[in-house]
């Protein structure tokens, strides 16, 4: 089983930054893809970015060019930068880690764009 932790969220003024990080523990597979996802008030859940453990990395459209993620292996963390946030940034993030057992998803993290 694994446990996610997710850090660094809270309030920016539109044009600001801010970075999440999110630590995984546990029963931690060789192969995995860890990433953040995100979800605003009637929205569904979309993809903002992941990574392999391999460092391959995917971006959601809307966040390319202005968000990055990166990864410690150890420990296993994955952090992302995100910059130029504006209000349709907020929402909240949650952390997500894959292997081939399945999905596990953090608690989420608020993140709030507004003067």
């Known amino acids: 089983q694994v446990q996610l932790v997710e850090s660094g969220g809270g309030l920016v003024q539109p044009g600001g930054s801010l970075r999440l990080s999110c630590a995984a523990s546990g029963l931690i597979f060789g192969i995995y893809t860890m990433g953040w996802y995100r979800q605003a008030p009637g929205n569904q859940r979309e993809l903002v970015a992941t990574?392999?453990?391999?460092?391959?990395?995917n971006y959601g459209d809307s966040v390319k060019g202005r968000f990055t993620i990166s990864r410690d292996n150890a420990p296993n963390t994955v952090h992302l930068q995100m910059n130029s946030l504006q209000p349709e940034d907020t929402a909240v993030y949650y952390c997500?880690?894959?292997?081939?057992?399945?999905?596990?998803w953090g608690r989420g993290t608020l993140v709030t764009v507004s003067e």
């Open positions: 990574i392999t453990r391999a460092g391959v990395t």
């Open positions: 997500n880690y894959v292997d081939r057992r399945g999905s596990t």
